[in-house]
């Protein structure tokens, strides 16, 4: 690694030969074989709803949208799915990666992966479709959970931090995912309320008002669909499909902000902050400072024993305590496979 001083370390899948050796075999024998099923978040595909930063900008306002993609898809992945092994990543800028890594999902078809991502995708529709979500009367258990995950941050999120229905502007935009025969209504109504919170009490009540004249565009399933549109995780659904896809390599360093593409402790995910994440700056003044003070110390053990333990040391230590845990279960669970089939295999 060293010698080769990579500027970036991408991970892509398991071949059937070695990549640079893809020329030499023959044509159509060079196939992958196996890849973790991954998922890339991306702030920047939240543009439309977001309304304190835009592009790769990203503040503490609009970074529970990741908090709450990461309880929304993690559920999903381990109660809807069963899959045990799953790392949540920090892009080192504006998003989060999920790698699944238990050894059935690693052998998945694209078909397979389409398909996972397809059910965990609710928002649909390029910039030029208002309306992105669309729920039936039957609510799928998966969207009533996500919701519920949803309706713990909203208020917060959506009504106070991002004040989706400040001034007319912004209304206008949830008006145009209701029907119009309410469109009216609701803006003289909107002009003598003082907040957003206010103006969602209203619209609520609108909503549920409207039940009784059996006007099917205005379920009670409405409010919720403007809940989603507003919060609920957008994946770029190529990255997951694509068993050739590359993925940045975790603790790989974000080139435009430094900071280090650290493992997420799902346990802990409301309280990480992309903003505390070590840079590579940061961690190259801690190391010296480090050096600096195991030199005054006496010499007795062998450099290599300090430099192994050196990045323990540092704002990366826990960190890499999670991804050493993950590292830990995988292997537990890998070599417990192993046992099972030993004994499968043994005549009694």
Not at 41 to 67: E, F, G, N, P, Q
Not at 157 to 175: F, G, H, P, R, T
Not at 297 to 324: G, M, Q, W
Not at 334 to 343: H, I, M, P, Q, Y
Request: hydrophobic content about 35%; proline content about 3%.
């Amino acid at each position: 690694m060293q010698k080769m001083n990579p500027y970036k370390i991408d991970i892509g899948a398991v071949y059937s030969h070695r990549p640079n050796q893809h020329n030499t075999v023959k044509l159509g024998a060079f196939q992958a074989q196996e890849k973790e099923l991954v998922f890339d978040i991306d702030m920047t595909d939240y543009d439309d709803v977001r309304r304190c930063c835009s592009s790769a900008d990203i503040c503490s306002k609009c970074w529970t949208l990741m908090t709450m993609a990461i309880h929304i898809i993690d559920r999903a992945l381990k109660e809807d799915f069963g899959f045990k092994h799953r790392l949540w990543v920090y892009s080192g800028r504006r998003g989060v990666h999920c790698w699944v890594c238990d050894e059935s999902v690693r052998k998945l078809s694209s078909a397979v992966r389409s398909g996972i991502v397809e059910y965990l995708s609710l928002v649909k529709g390029g910039q030029d479709v208002k309306k992105k979500v669309h729920l039936s009367e039957k609510i799928h258990p998966f969207v009533r959970k996500s919701i519920n995950i949803i309706k713990k941050y909203f208020e917060d999120y959506a009504l106070v931090d991002q004040d989706i229905l400040e001034n007319k502007e912004s209304w206008d935009k949830i008006l145009a995912l209701v029907p119009e025969t309410i469109h009216e209504k609701l803006q003289q109504n909107f002009q003598k309320h003082h907040n957003s919170l206010q103006r969602w009490e209203y619209l609520k009540k609108t909503i549920s008002s409207q039940d009784n004249t059996k006007n099917d565009k205005c379920g009670p399933w409405l409010e919720w669909e403007i809940m989603l549109q507003y919060c609920f995780p957008r994946l770029d659904i190529n990255v997951s499909k694509g068993i050739n896809h590359l993925l940045k390599s975790p603790f790989s360093v974000h080139p435009k902000t430094g900071r280090i593409s650290v493992p997420i402790d799902v346990q802990k995910v409301d309280q990480f902050d992309p903003f505390t994440v070590p840079t590579i700056s940061s961690i190259c003044r801690e190391l010296d400072t480090i050096s600096t003070n195991e030199g005054k110390r006496n010499e007795a053990e062998s450099d290599i024993k300090h430099r192994t333990r050196d990045y323990k040391k540092t704002s990366l230590a826990p960190y890499i305590k999670v991804f050493e845990q993950f590292l830990e279960n995988l292997d537990k669970s890998r070599k417990g496979e192993l046992l099972k089939k030993s004994d499968l295999q043994k005549d009694f």
